[in-house]
């Protein structure tokens, strides 16, 4: 077997192709006429008005942006907005916007998914969607639970977890999003909070921003079936110690800049007082960091069990080549190299090998 | 090459099976014996037969890889029921095809393989060559050429310096020059090829060519072979011709619906054999818009697909029966949005992972019903391998005019078959308009000033096609929401209510039988007009089918065909075409999924003739089927021994 060298493009933004705005736009052109129909008091709410806030920022056209989702609650997201948008089926949204984001640079591809839409039933798509490196901004709203279905554990759901499927608690060891991201070879991998509007918001720009494919983990609470969930990193009293906020190009300090993360003996990555190491010694957080370890190590500080301590911020964002853009980047060549019409091509590719022509 | 020096005997037609390890190159060999029969005019048809495994143990009966190839001086339908010359590379090859050969039929063996080894690993306790001529000789009903036909080539090659290894490899292009010369094909097609193919290995292209004109001339000096025969050319309607695959046709057939229609086209694909040489063959054709997508599986393959047509290109997804099976939700999806789509399903034998490179036509019923929900897909058949081509323009002329996924069901033996086809003139190929959606179409209310005010409804229907409107991203003032859930009849939006759901269902139903009026009437061959007897069928056995009723008619009997290319919907005089006849008889490789169709549409009496051998109908037999129900419709004894020495083929 042979490998040939791709060219490599430029550095480029998310949105570069992407046809901008006339002029500004509001929150209220992107809200479509459709009631919408979560349970009170969803965080999906929070995270549908942050997006409708956040997309006239983004200053693209509203015909030029399309919205995908799966099956689940937070996948009926796309019928809110007044974007182009397909709501399809569970588990597929990453392959259908691969084929909608391959087929066209001029759009903006956004696919709403959740943990069991994402991670159980669609988990084959999404780390093939992430290794590929496809322009788009995956958001997957992580509530912990399977709502839509009324209350089963799902893939991100603590061991022991009791639900109307494991009444005698949950067996399932859970995945961490963000680990299997950067392990998928994601090259932009964010976690954010629902309720954290501003914090959720930055995090959309900068993924937006990133060409290729930007995994935003949401922390999303489904007061239902899993109120409380994230209680520990949202109440006042608690978050300080259980958020350890990631800022490219700062220190990783929390608790109010009393502990901080330091290289572990083991290479890893481990808590220490600020007080005991000294600030110097507290790893400074590099986002862009080709080789993904530390982030994979920061990562593993999520508590898989109840939610008292986890990373929040951008972990890694890295460039590299994207899938639709050499694919198409292919088709340009190999059409810059031919002449004639298609029509003209055609004839000749049907008749060419070895012919005979009765008369 | 040399001046011909024996006798030559005229033949009408040869069917020939080349056979030998997996190993041996006997798809090669085959292919090229093909392209220089094509070349010098013959009518043919072939039939390649191999094993799933790349490299089955060497030397085994399940390790045999064979391509048989069926030539004539007339038109011709199939590749043969029964070998006139086998070609055995080795012991595994002459006992897997034995039972294969009528009495009389003329073997060449190359005795290098023919140890004690391999013997045994055939099965053979005795050499069956050592036998020839003895009382208990196994071969005594054909005529035996024992030839160390590896040993010559080695000796052939010798100057090139190769190891025995390699040179016994050019082994298939001394038996294809043998055979060559027996048959009086063209030779500078092949050394053409040869150059072509190993144009960076001088001693591999040297060594290969020098082999085959070794053969040839084996043929010629040696005392073996006394008698040459000819095949003449076969008359054919005026047009340039190409010998082609199925799935080579098939592909450019997608190519050509994409000029047709002005669009661009993404495969998104899983390779599954017998499928994945159209992925092959489309991922050469890029300056054509054409993209590619091999899928991290099945679903993500057609999801892609779907995602390019709701992103206004051309979503195609290719596979085979197993692969359907995970698309098939997908495809409901397509169904429910109403998206052009392509769905290509090379069938071969199951259920399961049945038989990989084996042929089969079970997928009719699945490719029909194999979704949840009332869930209607247009299934569009080919006939015969070059058929590939209009039937893909086809499926892509109802995809896109229809806004709907549309079934292509090839199969294993379309697929790697050829046969001479006539090259499509481009201006041929049908129009093809995507007419996407560009203006709001629905008025909302007209405001005091006389001014309307519009939106776009996405579910708002052409009178005639029922088809809805296309309106892709980018479009300014059309943004709108598809999906799985139930859309409201006209504006889209998701309904729960029962009466709209009632009707969507049935006008998603009536958007397909819509398609009925599009189609060409029904070619019904009866020439006497008097046959009271009528086959039917789809797919690869038009060949088999033909054959068998023109073994009837020569026999002086009536009998009426006709196959059909779209099995959903029907053409609308099928119906009548049905009841003008007493016994209609379908012949199928399945155990009667068009015949269950048919019962339940027509209320006909439809007679199933069906075999799963992995393998095509023989026409002979199926011949006798037909005649059996000539004799019981028309109440006299049918008797199909043909009248003349040559069979009619």
């Not at chain 1, 042979?2 to 490599?8: A, F, G, K, S």
């Not at chain 1, 680990?179 to 070879?185: D, F, P, Q, T």
């Not at chain 2, 959606?437 to 006389?450: F, S």
Request: charged share 20%; net charge negative; proline share 6%.
């Amino acid at each position: 077997m042979t490998t040939t060298d791709l060219p490599v493009p430029g550095l480029r933004s998310g949105t570069e192709g992407v046809p901008a705005a006339d002029g500004p736009q509001t929150s209220k052109e992107f809200s479509s006429d459709q009631e919408v129909r979560w349970c009170p008091g969803c965080g999906d709410y929070a995270v549908l008005k942050a997006v409708q806030s956040f997309l006239p920022d983004l200053g693209l056209r509203r015909e030029n942006i399309v919205f995908v989702s799966g099956i689940g609650c937070s996948s009926r997201f796309p019928y809110y907005l007044d974007t182009y948008g397909m709501h399809s089926i569970h588990g597929r949204a990453p392959s259908i916007a691969t084929g909608i984001a391959t087929a066209r640079e001029d759009l903006s591809v956004w696919v709403v998914t959740g943990d069991g839409d994402a991670l159980s039933i669609g988990g084959n798509h999404l780390i093939h969607a992430l290794r590929r490196n496809v322009n788009m901004t995956i958001l997957l709203f992580n509530n912990r639970i399977y709502g839509l279905t009324k209350g089963q554990y799902s893939p991100t759901s603590e061991a022991g977890k009791v639900t109307k499927s494991t009444p005698m608690g949950s067996v399932d060891h859970p995945f961490n999003p963000v680990s299997l991201a950067l392990g998928a070879e994601a090259s932009f991998v964010a976690r954010t909070i629902d309720s954290d509007r501003k914090h959720l918001t930055s995090v959309l720009a900068a993924a937006a921003a990133h060409r290729g494919t930007s995994l935003v983990e949401i922390y999303q609470n489904c007061p239902i079936f899993n109120d409380g969930a994230f209680d520990a990193i949202k109440d006042n009293d608690t978050k300080a110690d259980a958020i350890i906020p990631l800022v490219h190009g700062e220190p990783i300090v929390f608790s109010g800049g009393s502990r901080g993360l330091v290289r572990a003996a083991n290479g890893g990555v481990e808590i220490a007082s600020v007080e005991e190491v000294g600030l110097d010694a507290v790893l400074v957080h590099d986002a862009h960091d080709a080789d993904p370890t530390t982030a994979f190590a920061i990562s593993r500080l999520t508590e898989l069990g109840y939610l008292d301590r986890s990373p929040i911020g951008i972990f890694r964002q890295v460039e590299r080549p994207t899938y639709d853009d050499q694919a198409r980047a292919q088709v340009e060549t190999a059409r810059s190299n031919v002449d004639g019409t298609p029509h003209d091509r055609l004839a000749a590719l049907i008749g060419g090998g070895d012919t005979w022509t009765v008369v | 090459m040399a001046q011909q020096a024996k006798k030559v005997q005229q033949l009408d037609r040869v069917i020939i099976r080349f056979a030998g390890d997996s190993g041996d190159g006997m798809q090669l060999t085959g292919d090229r014996f093909t392209a220089e029969s094509a070349a010098f005019g013959n009518d043919l048809v072939t039939l390649p037969n191999f094993p799933a495994e790349i490299r089955a143990p060497q030397g085994t009966l399940p390790g045999v890889s064979s391509f048989q190839v069926h030539f004539a001086d007339h038109d011709i339908l199939t590749a043969g029921d029964a070998p006139d010359v086998l070609v055995a590379m080795n012991p595994a090859a002459l006992r897997a095809n034995l039972g294969d050969l009528p009495k009389g039929a003329t073997i060449i063996v190359d005795t290098a393989d023919f140890t004690a080894r391999n013997l045994t690993k055939a099965g053979y306790a005795d050499n069956p060559l050592d036998k020839v001529g003895e009382p208990d000789d196994s071969l005594g009903e054909f005529t035996v050429h024992a030839v160390d036909l590896t040993g010559m080539t080695v000796a052939a090659v010798k100057e090139f310096g190769l190891s025995r290894k390699d040179a016994s490899r050019a082994k298939n292009m001394f038996a294809l020059g043998l055979l060559s010369w027996m048959y009086g094909r063209p030779t500078e097609t092949t050394v053409a090829f040869l150059e072509r193919r190993f144009a960076k290995v001088a001693d591999i292209r040297d060594a290969n060519i020098t082999a085959f004109k070794a053969g040839w001339n084996f043929g010629e000096t040696t005392e073996t072979f006394a008698v040459q025969y000819e095949v003449k050319p076969a008359p054919m309607a005026p047009g340039t011709y190409r010998n082609i695959s199925g799935n080579l046709a098939l592909a450019y057939g997608l190519v050509a619906g994409g000029v047709a229609s002005g669009l661009d086209l993404l495969l998104g694909t899983y390779p599954i054999t017998p499928a994945s040489d159209i992925l092959h063959e489309l991922s050469k054709h890029k300056a054509f818009g054409v993209t590619t997508f091999q899928a991290e599986d099945e679903i993500a393959g057609i999801g892609a697909a779907i995602g390019a047509s709701f992103a206004g290109k051309l979503g195609v997804t290719s596979t085979s029966g197993p692969g359907v099976a995970l698309k098939s939700e997908a495809i409901g999806l397509a169904v429910m949005t109403e998206l052009p789509l392509v769905v290509v399903d090379v069938q071969r034998g199951g259920p399961s992972t049945g038989l990989p490179t084996k042929t089969e036509q079970a997928d009719l019923l699945q490719a029909m019903f194999g979704r949840n929900g009332e869930a209607p897909v247009p299934i569009v058949a080919p006939q015969s391998p070059g058929d590939c081509f209009d039937a893909a323009v086809e499926a892509v002329r109802i995809a896109v005019t229809y806004r709907t996924p549309v079934f292509l069901l090839s199969d294993g033996y379309l697929a790697n078959g050829s046969e001479p086809w006539r090259i499509r003139e481009v201006d041929e190929l049908p129009s093809i308009d995507p007419a996407f959606a560009t203006e709001p179409n629905h008025v909302v209310k007209v405001r005091e000033d006389g001014t309307e005010e519009t939106e776009f409804w996405p579910y708002l229907r052409d009178e005639e096609t029922l088809a809805r409107p296309w309106a892709i991203p980018g479009t300014p003032g059309l943004e709108h929401r598809i999906g799985g859930l139930e859309k409201g009849d006209g504006h889209g939006n998701i309904s729960y209510d029962p009466g709209n759901h009632d009707f969507m269902v049935r006008t998603r139903q009536a958007k397909v039988d819509r398609i009925a009026a599009s189609l060409p009437p029904l070619e019904v061959d009866d020439p006497s007009g008097e046959a009271k007897v009528l086959v039917i069928g789809w797919g690869s056995t038009y060949g088999p089918i033909g054959a068998g009723v023109r073994r009837v008619r020569k026999a002086g009997f009536n009998v009426a065909q006709v196959h059909l290319r779209h099995l959903n919907p029907f053409p609308n005089d099928l119906g009548d075409i049905l009841k003008r006849y007493d016994k209609v008889l379908v012949p199928e490789m399945n155990l009667g999924q068009l015949s269950l169709l048919l019962r339940g549409k027509y209320l006909v009496d439809a007679i199933g003739y069906n075999h799963v051998r992995g393998l095509p109908l023989k026409a002979a037999e199926l011949a006798e089927a037909i005649g059996q129900l000539v004799a019981d419709a028309e109440g006299v004894s049918v008797d199909l021994t043909p009248t003349t020495a040559q069979e009619v083929s």
